[in-house]
């Protein structure tokens, strides 16, 4: 009984972990004239859950607890629907879609939008983050090495010559790693196709991750539904 007691502990403590590295998506719907459009439908699906919001009387709409990974949010107003692809929500951040100019009389059934993966966004509570979306690991040279891709990321990491990383700084070992939402103390027999993002605190740590010095590496896998998501993208 012990046993089960403990076993059940340890799940819901690894769920609890993982669900704090949830972001959102947030963004504003205009009219042609800038004007907002109130009660506009607005969702994405996860693969396990449609995640929705409703446009407020700013236009302005937010989605929580979206897991990390790379989404097509999709817009719906008076019948019609608008798809916007490339939208990556990093770990513990958000989304900003840019505003979308929604207007029923240029639109036919569906339009697609592919969002600027080089948009500069500003993330508050994270701006000692910097992470690699889907798109930079895509022709990244260092994908296959996770502890080379992550000390080519920032001059604040530093990489020893027995292939350990450490933040500028600190002590060896002092480094925080999470593999989807899990503390590991190993992270370089993650495969480089297995990767889906990766983010790096060099700075302003967020409590919940510890007393520590040392950074914080976060990095999510690719699941069966980013892979999905992904195909269904080129799908036009």
């Given at each position: ?44 699906n ?15 709409f ?17 019948g ?30 569906v ?12 993330d508050p ?28 990321m ?5 990489k020893s ?8 700084g600190?002590?060896k ?46 990095m ?8 999905y ?8």
């Amino acid at each position: 009984m012990k046993r089960i007691i403990f076993g059940l502990a340890l799940t819901l403590g690894v769920m609890a972990n993982a669900q704090e590295n949830y972001g959102e998506i947030v963004g504003k719907i205009i009219e042609s004239e800038e004007e907002p459009i109130i009660g506009a439908r607005v969702w994405v699906n996860t693969g396990t859950a449609i995640l929705g919001s409703v446009s407020d009387h700013n236009g302005r709409f937010r989605i929580s607890t979206v897991p990390p990974g790379t989404y097509e949010v999709n817009i719906s107003f008076l019948g019609d629907t608008m798809r916007l692809q490339n939208n990556y929500v990093s770990p513990n951040g958000y989304c900003k879609v840019p505003d979308v100019i929604f207007d029923p009389k240029m639109l036919t059934t569906v339009i697609f939008i592919y969002n600027n993966p080089n948009e500069i966004k500003l993330d508050p509570g994270n701006e000692h983050m910097i992470t690699l979306t889907p798109l930079d690991l895509k022709h990244n040279v260092n994908i296959q090495n996770p502890a080379d891709l992550i000390s080519n990321m920032t001059s604040d990491i530093q990489k020893s010559e027995d292939g350990e990383l450490y933040f500028r700084g600190a002590r060896k070992g002092e480094m925080v790693y999470l593999i989807d939402g899990v503390k590991t103390r190993d992270i370089s027999k993650v495969p480089g196709v297995a990767i889906g993002g990766v983010s790096v605190y060099t700075g302003g740590i967020p409590a919940k991750y510890g007393d520590t010095t040392g950074g914080v590496v976060v990095m999510e896998t690719k699941s069966y539904f980013d892979l999905y998501r992904a195909w269904k993208a080129t799908q036009l």
